[in-house]
């Protein structure tokens, strides 16, 4: 393509110029607006006209496009092409267009690298006079590119371009080569540098007020390649080549640069750094269910849980800020003392008035109260008659923690104690072997526990429990007991002596056999034909079971149907009566 002025634009330095832009994307990358586009498009003219030079050294010239038939550009002369040749200086574009200038401001980069190439001298748009010693378009070009491929990125400035180039002639030539003054002496010939007295300036990367543990980047922004020695508080702490440090300590700090023969000193940056505050806290140890006010000093902090706090066991920061804003964190714990397992183990509840005291009983050795308590005893007789005394029990274990446990206890009329004329009645007048005799104490079964103790050889036919017991006598002489144990528990004893009468039998009944299983035979031999005999069976309850209403002089009666156990035969004969004792198995 081309215009009206013009042939196609495909010279060589156009076409270099082009191609370089992809050499710039795969490399740098360079943005294309602004500082970082015009420096793209500075690079691109001076790779083309580069390529020009290299292709034809004898016809090669430091404009662009000019074999088109319309020059284009200018690197030796930029102004005469609408061009600045210094920063900021005649034709500088400020605005928004061209993506803020990108094709015009470059013309003082293009400016530098001919001055580089060429050499020159004169005065800038400022009033500074320069002096460039040109060291050739070879070692020019190894600069630039070296600060391409090396050091310049995407969002890469002029003050950043400035510093590559610096830094590549440094790794390529040597800190204040002729070469790396040559590069300082160009920036300053198009404005962007004031050369070898030019002043450097320690610059703080972030607050140079900030709390222990924390640091700030100090930045020092002298020459490539320069040495630079770093002052604390006037004592050197380092010499080397960094332009930056991290700082972590407080002090005045200094910088002096070494700039190939000339030393520069940076005015001095104060860093203050404060200590961080001295936090602590308190463990709490309290009992479940309860509530602990956490202690955290100095006062005006923050807890990590709720405060006043109720929970489980667990661990705690308390986080702490002074007034320079630095922060410091203590760590406590919290236990949590389950509480004591506490039961009272009484088992009665109701207690006669006249009873003795009760020793009240648990699991631990707490402390009682209550109406009626005196120490570990509950007093009847104290707490009056009464129902629902609630008598409570507390206990404190090592940790202060209180469990407790509750009972409810009455108080009911005094205990009976048997009247002293209290003896057992024998019911019956004589005593038999194998006979059916009662025995009984009067009084009122509701007031005692009963227990009737049977002599060896007898057999009971009703409860050992009621104040009336019946058995089979078993024999011979014994002694027949019955226990009495009121409501407070005291136990009295009645006993007699059961004498057997040996004298003969109303009339003369046998029943054989004894034990029997199916059959029982009834034989009455001194019983008159005129004489009417009866015969009921009871069975150990005292149930009536069977009943035979006629008994011939030998009778048997089936016993089949009977249960296992012990029978009771009353034979009636007229208005006598006799018992016998029957075992079926």
């Given at each position: 393509?081309?215009?009206?002025n013009a042939g196609p634009l495909?010279?060589?330095?156009?076409?270099?110029?082009?191609?370089?832009?992809?050499?710039?994307?795969k490399t740098a990358n360079l943005?294309?607006?602004?500082?970082?586009?015009?420096?793209?498009?500075?690079?691109?003219?001076?790779?083309?006209?580069?390529?020009?030079?290299?292709?034809?050294?004898?016809?090669?010239?430091?404009?662009?496009?000019?074999?088109?038939?319309?020059?284009?550009?200018?690197?030796?002369?930029?102004?005469?092409?609408?061009?600045?040749?210094?920063?900021?200086?005649?034709?500088?574009?400020?605005?928004?267009?061209?993506?803020?200038?990108?094709?015009?401001?470059?013309?003082?980069?293009?400016?530098?690298?001919?001055?580089?190439?060429?050499?020159?001298?004169?005065?800038?748009?400022?009033?500074?006079?320069?002096?460039?010693?040109?060291?050739?378009?070879?070692?020019?070009?190894?600069?630039?590119?070296?600060?391409?491929?090396?050091?310049?990125?995407?969002?890469?400035?002029?003050?950043?371009?400035?510093?590559?180039?610096?830094?590549?002639?440094?790794?390529?030539?040597?800190?204040?080569?002729?070469?790396?003054?040559?590069?300082?002496?160009?920036?300053?010939?198009?404005?962007?540098?004031?050369?070898?007295?030019?002043?450097?300036?320690?610059?703080?990367?972030?607050?140079?007020?900030?709390?222990?543990?924390?640091?700030?980047?100090?930045?020092?922004?002298?020459?490539?390649?320069?040495?630079?020695?770093?002052?604390?508080?006037?004592?050197?702490?380092?010499?080397?080549?960094?332009?930056?440090?991290?700082?972590?300590?407080?002090?005045?700090?200094?910088?002096?640069?070494?700039?190939?023969?000339?030393?520069?000193?940076?005015?001095?940056?104060?860093?203050?750094?404060?200590?961080?505050?001295?936090?602590?806290?308190?463990?709490?140890?309290?009992?479940?269910?309860?509530?602990?006010?956490?202690?955290?000093?100095?006062?005006?902090?923050?807890?990590?849980?709720?405060?006043?706090?109720?929970?489980?066991?667990?661990?705690?920061?308390?986080?702490?800020?002074?007034?320079?804003?630095?922060?410091?964190?203590?760590?406590?714990?919290?236990?949590?003392?389950?509480?004591?397992?506490?039961?009272?183990?009484?088992?009665?509840?109701?207690?006669?008035?006249?009873?003795?005291?009760?020793?009240?009983?648990?699991?631990?050795?707490?402390?009682?109260?209550?109406?009626?308590?005196?120490?570990?005893?509950?007093?009847?007789?104290?707490?009056?008659?009464?129902?629902?005394?609630?008598?409570?029990?507390?206990?404190?274990?090592?940790?202060?923690?209180?469990?407790?446990?509750?009972?409810?206890?009455?108080?009911?009329?005094?205990?009976?104690?048997?009247?002293?004329?209290?003896?057992?009645?024998?019911?019956?007048?004589?005593?038999?072997?194998?006979?059916?005799?009662?025995?009984?104490?009067?009084?009122?079964?509701?007031?005692?526990?009963?227990?009737?103790?049977?002599?060896?050889g007898c057999v009971a036919l009703?409860?050992?429990?009621?104040?009336?017991?019946?058995?089979?006598?078993?024999?011979?002489?014994?002694?027949?007991?019955?226990?009495?144990?009121?409501?407070?528990?005291?136990?009295?004893?009645?006993?007699?002596?059961?004498?057997?009468?040996?004298?003969?039998?109303?009339?003369?009944?046998?029943?054989?056999?004894?034990?029997?299983?199916?059959?029982?035979?009834?034989?009455?031999?001194?019983?008159?034909?005129?004489?009417?005999?009866?015969?009921?069976?009871?069975?150990?309850?005292?149930?009536?079971?069977?009943?035979?209403?006629?008994?011939?002089?030998?009778?048997?009666?089936?016993?089949?149907?009977?249960?296992?156990?012990?029978?009771?035969?009353?034979?009636?004969?007229?208005?006598?009566?006799?018992?016998?004792?029957?075992?079926?198995?």
């Open positions: 393509s081309g215009n009206a495909t010279t060589l330095d156009i076409a270099g110029h082009e191609f370089s832009h992809g050499l710039i994307q943005n294309y607006s602004n500082e970082p586009g015009t420096i793209n498009e500075a690079i691109a003219d001076i790779l083309g006209t580069v390529l020009e030079f290299y292709a034809d050294s004898t016809h090669a010239n430091w404009t662009i496009g000019e074999k088109s038939g319309a020059t284009l550009r200018s690197m030796s002369a930029p102004e005469s092409y609408n061009q600045p040749g210094t920063f900021h200086g005649t034709n500088w574009y400020f605005g928004t267009g061209d993506n803020g200038g990108v094709h015009i401001n470059s013309g003082f980069i293009n400016k530098w690298f001919y001055l580089l190439s060429e050499g020159g001298q004169g005065t800038n748009d400022h009033g500074t006079n320069y002096v460039v010693n040109g060291m050739g378009i070879n070692d020019a070009t190894r600069i630039i590119y070296h600060s391409l491929i090396s050091y310049l990125v995407p969002q890469s400035d002029f003050n950043d371009l400035k510093w590559a180039t610096m830094q590549s002639a440094a790794d390529l030539f040597g800190t204040c080569s002729p070469q790396y003054l040559a590069v300082a002496e160009g920036w300053v010939a198009v404005g962007l540098s004031e050369g070898i007295n030019e002043p450097i300036q320690l610059i703080s990367m972030g607050n140079t007020e900030f709390c222990q543990g924390n640091n700030v980047v100090l930045s020092v922004n002298g020459w490539a390649g320069s040495p630079f020695d770093w002052f604390r508080n006037d004592t050197l702490i380092h010499s080397g080549f960094e332009s930056q440090r991290q700082i972590n300590q407080e002090g005045i700090y200094s910088v002096s640069e070494h700039r190939c023969g000339t030393i520069l000193n940076a005015d001095s940056v104060t860093i203050l750094v404060h200590q961080l505050p001295i936090v602590r806290t308190v463990n709490a140890s309290l009992c479940a269910g309860e509530e602990v006010l956490l202690t955290g000093l100095p006062l005006g902090g923050s807890f990590s849980v709720a405060n006043p706090y109720q929970g489980n066991s667990t661990t705690f920061q308390y986080q702490f800020t002074d007034s320079f804003g630095c922060s410091a964190t203590a760590i406590g714990s919290i236990v949590v003392h389950p509480l004591p397992l506490v039961t009272i183990t009484n088992t009665g509840t109701i207690f006669p008035l006249n009873m003795e005291p009760v020793a009240l009983t648990s699991n631990v050795n707490g402390t009682f109260s209550g109406v009626g308590v005196v120490s570990n005893y509950f007093i009847p007789s104290l707490a009056g008659m009464g129902n629902d005394y609630s008598i409570k029990l507390n206990y404190t274990n090592s940790f202060g923690c209180v469990g407790t446990d509750s009972i409810l206890l009455s108080v009911i009329t005094p205990c009976v104690t048997p009247a002293q004329e209290l003896e057992i009645t024998q019911m019956e007048e004589n005593v038999s072997e194998g006979k059916v005799v009662n025995f009984s104490v009067d009084l009122n079964a509701s007031d005692y526990k009963i227990q009737w103790t049977l002599p060896t009703s409860a050992l429990n009621e104040t009336t017991v019946s058995m089979i006598w078993n024999g011979k002489t014994d002694e027949l007991k019955v226990a009495l144990i009121n409501s407070c528990n005291d136990k009295f004893e009645l006993k007699t002596t059961v004498a057997i009468n040996n004298s003969a039998p109303l009339f003369n009944v046998s029943i054989y056999p004894v034990p029997t299983s199916e059959y029982l035979t009834i034989e009455t031999l001194s019983v008159s034909a005129s004489q009417s005999i009866t015969i009921q069976i009871f069975d150990a309850t005292g149930q009536l079971v069977k009943t035979v209403p006629t008994v011939e002089k030998m009778q048997r009666v089936s016993v089949k149907e009977f249960a296992d156990g012990v029978y009771l035969l009353v034979v009636n004969c007229g208005a006598k009566i006799e018992k016998f004792r029957m075992v079926k198995n």
